[in-house]
Structure formats: structure tokens, C-alpha cells
């Protein structure tokens, strides 16, 4: 009897594990010919990232900077916008949809770390963010040293929980599904503070600038770069040469204007990774 | 299949939200079992308003996602002045919504005794309760136990919305280790184990009350 249900369970695991053996797959899946082929560009985008990718309530569509960028990649590599398929993806979803071949390419404001480069091809660096801390005006929240013991929430998958645990282990983390729960979350007062990239929290704070702040400065570096399957060299080089393109004709800076009302930094560096600035 | 190890590293996670799923699992176990028992009689009684309060909860707390119900405690409470913990919230929500379940299992079964039983318990001098305690629950009781053992296991199972309200359990732990390790697959199957380990238990302990009982009928 026993024998039997351990060889069931074994043959469970067995067909998960196969499953999970598709790391080459979704690069051939991904590759640049197949999307020309397919005639259509699969982008794995932010619905919930003010300012980046968001989904509009009033009319129902997605918009932001990583969409209008991600619209003039289809534009540029198939002929014509209309040709995305947007996805929407989480912190905690990204990486497997692109192991799977779900999606051909991530925008979702991800922030290139050494553990990620083991997992996926990143481009070049297209945003240059930094950790910061949202909290109510009333609080009496500064910076990172005022966050003894405090109750900080963010979004699953994300980095930023444990670069402040890093910082100091006495911060409690509260992580929640996405970003717009974990301001819900701060909104109902369940923690003191949300931190994540400044970019993101500057989207969440314009939506209440009465009641919220941004504090505590930068304390980490975060490049985003648009994240492509492990393995496709021939795409990651496209979109690479996408990127210095748009930063060429002017394309980059008029889409910075538009969504963040201010020039791109000059210093923008083409390689970065995640750096934690001390405080 | 080495991958597995590399869930070594996290074992505290594990066992943290082990215990947290066991311990809102039961918790909540021992409210909605009061709920639905309140509530079946409610809708039972004689008393109009009374069947009312019932069947409008039942309906109402039946016919909603209980991930809508625990939100709302988690967040939607708070907001409105009454902070509660995220794990309070997840085991009102989980002993609410399964109460509603409970209450009906424990209605149909009561309903299922025939009516002859109570008019000849009452007309052999017992009184209402007397014929209730003696006569009717004991017979309800061996129909009620099959149903009751599904609502267990899914009460196990619906502990895992404590995850989407940042409530420590075992799914919270799955998804904070699965995207520090990228080790996905192995992740969610080594925590559905887990899981195992509680709902098999119970399901083999409510198949051998239920012949427990049908022996002894």
C-alpha cells in the first residue's frame, strides 16, 4: 500500500520537474525570428505601476512609460504597434512566464541583481531608480533609522524587503501581492511604511499627495533593464540596439518628458547592477 | 531532484508558516463549528426572524468569495477604525465563510431524520430538547460526518488565503522562498506536501469515525 502511494507521489514530482526543464525552449519559443515569424511581440508588462505600466479604471487601457516603450519596439521590430500583445505580470510571476515562453520580453520596472542574471538575459539600462520609503504625512518616519522594530510592507518577489532586512534585521516585512495592495495596505494602517523603487512610489504618492510623503532619500541603486529567456542572444542584441536607437533619436527623451516631466539623466550608465548605497 | 535541498536553507520559513496554517486552520475549525451549529438552528427554528438571520447568512456568506471576506477583514476593517491582525482576519474570515458551509450540513442532516422520529420521541413524554439530544442528533450526527470532513479539508485548504494578506501561513512562506530561490516548481510542490500532511490525516481520521459509527448502528 505504502509503496503504491509513494510511487504516485513520485511520479507527480517527476511530471513537475519535466515541466521545469524548459529553460532552452523558451528562448527557441522567444527567439527573434520566431516573433518576426509569429508576427506578433508578446510583452510581459506592469497593470498595477503608476507611471510605467498602468491599467487607466476610466478607460480601460494600459498605459506608461515601459508600454509606449515597449509599443515603439513592436513598431520598430515588426512594422507597426498594433503588433504587442501586452501581459500583465507581477514581481512574483515575471520570471517563470519568461522561463516559459509566455512572454518574449519583460517591462515591468525590473531591477537588474546578480541572482536575476543567473535566471534571465537582461538589456541594457533604460530607468535608473532607487529604493525610498512611502509614509503617511503624519508620520515621524525619516529615514532607514527610524525603522527599528517598524512594520514595512512591500510587494512579493521584490527585492526591496530584503535589502532593508540586510540593512537591519529588526524591520518587519509585510508582503503582499502587488504594489496597489501593499499601498491599500498602508492606506488601512496595517505598517508604517512602504518601501520600494522611488519611481514607483512617486506613482502611488500622486495619486494622494495630501496624505502621503516620500522619505529617507535613496538608499539603494536600481537599474531597471527589459528582461529577455536565458539564452537569446540574437534578441537581447536587438533590443539592446533598440535602446541606444531611441536614446539617439530623441525617441527615449520625449517619452521621459511625457510620463516623468523631466529630461533623462545624462549618466545613465549601459551596464549596472543593484547597488546598496550605505547609510 | 537536488534542487531540494536548497529548501534547506529556509526551513524556518517553512516550519513558521506550517504552524501559522495549523494553528488558524484549528482556530478557525472550532468557530465555524460553533457558527454553523448557532446558524442550522437559527434556520430550524420556529421563530420567523430567527430563520431569517439564517438563510440570509448562509446565502450571503455562502454566495461571496472568501477572498473578497478575508480582504475585507484584513483591510477593509482597519480603514474603518478596528485594526485587526492579519491572522485574526484570515481565521474570522475562514470561520465565517465555512460556518455558512457547516450550518447547512448540519440543517440537512437534522432534516433528514424523519419526522415520525421527533412526533414519536414527543409522544412518548420526552420534551423537545430531550427528544433532540437523545433521539434526533445522535441519528443526524452519523449523516452529517462525511459532509463535515469535506468542509475540514477545505477549511485546510482555503487557509492559503491568509498568503494574499500578508498572513505569515504556509503559502506566504512559499511565495517569499520560491522568489528568493527561483526554485518555482519544487517550491510549490514541497509546500502542497505540507499540506498533505495535514488534510490526509484528516480525511483518513473522518473515514474512520464515519465506520466507527456504522458499526455501531
Known amino acids: 500500500m505504502s509503496k503504491k502511494w509513494l510511487s504516485i507521489l513520485l511520479v507527480i514530482m517527476l511530471a513537475f520537474t519535466l515541466t521545469a526543464c524548459g529553460d532552452n525552449e523558451a528562448a527557441k519559443n522567444s527567439s527573434l525570428d520566431a516573433v518576426k515569424k509569429r508576427g506578433k511581440l508578446v510583452a510581459g508588462v506592469r497593470y498595477d505601476v503608476n507611471l510605467f505600466g498602468f491599467k487607466d479604471p476610466s478607460d480601460g487601457k494600459v498605459k506608461g512609460f515601459e508600454i509606449d516603450m515597449m509599443k515603439e519596439l513592436a513598431k520598430r521590430l515588426l512594422g507597426s504597434e498594433k503588433k504587442l500583445e501586452l501581459k500583465e505580470v507581477t514581481s512574483k510571476t515575471r520570471i517563470p512566464l519568461l522561463e516559459n515562453g509566455d512572454v518574449d520580453i519583460v517591462a515591468s520596472t525590473m531591477t537588474i541583481t546578480e541572482e536575476r542574471k543567473q535566471q534571465l538575459n537582461f538589456s541594457h539600462v533604460y530607468f535608473m531608480a532607487g529604493q525610498s520609503l512611502l509614509v503617511k504625512k503624519s508620520s515621524n518616519i525619516k529615514g532607514i533609522k527610524d525603522l527599528r522594530g517598524k512594520v514595512v510592507m512591500t510587494a512579493k518577489g521584490a527585492t526591496s524587503g530584503l535589502v532593508l532586512k540586510k540593512l537591519d534585521p529588526s524591520i518587519k516585512l509585510k508582503e503582499y501581492e502587488n504594489y496597489a495592495d501593499s499601498f491599500t495596505a498602508l492606506k488601512s494602517g496595517k505598517g508604517d511604511a512602504v518601501t520600494t523603487d522611488d519611481s514607483i512610489l512617486m506613482g502611488m504618492q500622486s495619486q494622494a499627495p495630501k496624505e502621503f510623503k516620500i522619505v529617507g532619500g535613496y538608499f539603494t541603486q536600481e537599474p531597471y533593464g527589459l528582461g529577455l529567456a536565458k539564452g537569446n542572444k540574437e534578441m537581447t542584441t536587438y533590443v539592446n540596439k533598440f535602446l541606444k536607437d531611441i536614446k539617439k533619436d530623441g525617441t527615449y527623451k520625449k517619452l521621459y518628458i511625457k510620463w516623468f516631466k523631466k529630461s533623462p539623466p545624462k549618466d545613465i550608465p549601459e551596464e549596472a547592477v543593484q547597488k546598496v548605497l550605505k547609510k | ?217
Request: aromatic letters at 12%; a neutral charge.
Open chain 2, 1 to 217: 531532484m537536488g534542487s531540494f535541498s536548497l529548501l534547506a536553507a529556509y526551513k524556518q520559513e517553512f516550519i513558521d508558516g506550517f504552524l501559522t496554517t495549523l494553528s488558524a486552520s484549528l482556530l478557525a475549525l472550532v468557530l465555524s463549528l460553533a457558527i454553523g451549529t448557532i446558524i442550522a438552528c437559527c434556520r430550524l427554528s420556529q421563530v420567523k426572524p430567527l430563520e431569517w438571520i439564517g438563510t440570509v447568512y448562509v446565502e450571503f456568506f455562502r454566495n461571496t468569495p472568501l477572498v473578497i471576506q478575508v480582504f475585507f477583514f484584513a483591510m477593509g476593517l482597519p480603514s474603518l477604525g478596528w485594526n485587526i491582525s492579519e491572522f485574526s482576519a484570515g481565521a474570522i474570515g475562514l470561520s465565517i465563510y465555512t460556518g455558512a458551509f457547516i450550518a447547512e450540513a448540519f440543517r440537512a442532516g437534522i432534516q433528514s431524520v424523519s419526522k415520525g422520529q421527533m412526533e414519536a420521541s414527543r409522544s412518548s413524554g420526552m420534551t423537545y430538547f430531550q427528544s433532540m439530544r437523545y433521539i434526533i442528533l445522535p441519528q443526524a450526527f452519523k449523516i452529517v460526518i462525511p459532509p463535515l470532513g469535506n468542509q475540514c479539508v477545505n477549511l485546510v485548504k482555503n487557509s492559503s488565503v491568509l498568503a494574499i494578506i500578508a498572513g505569515g501561513d504556509l503559502l506566504y512562506a512559499a511565495d517569499a522562498v520560491s522568489s528568493q530561490t527561483f526554485e518555482i516548481n519544487m517550491t510549490y510542490i514541497f509546500v502542497a506536501l505540507l499540506y498533505l500532511v495535514i488534510t490526509l490525516p484528516l480525511s483518513f481520521g473522518v473515514n474512520l469515525l464515519e465506520r466507527r459509527l456504522a458499526r455501531h448502528s
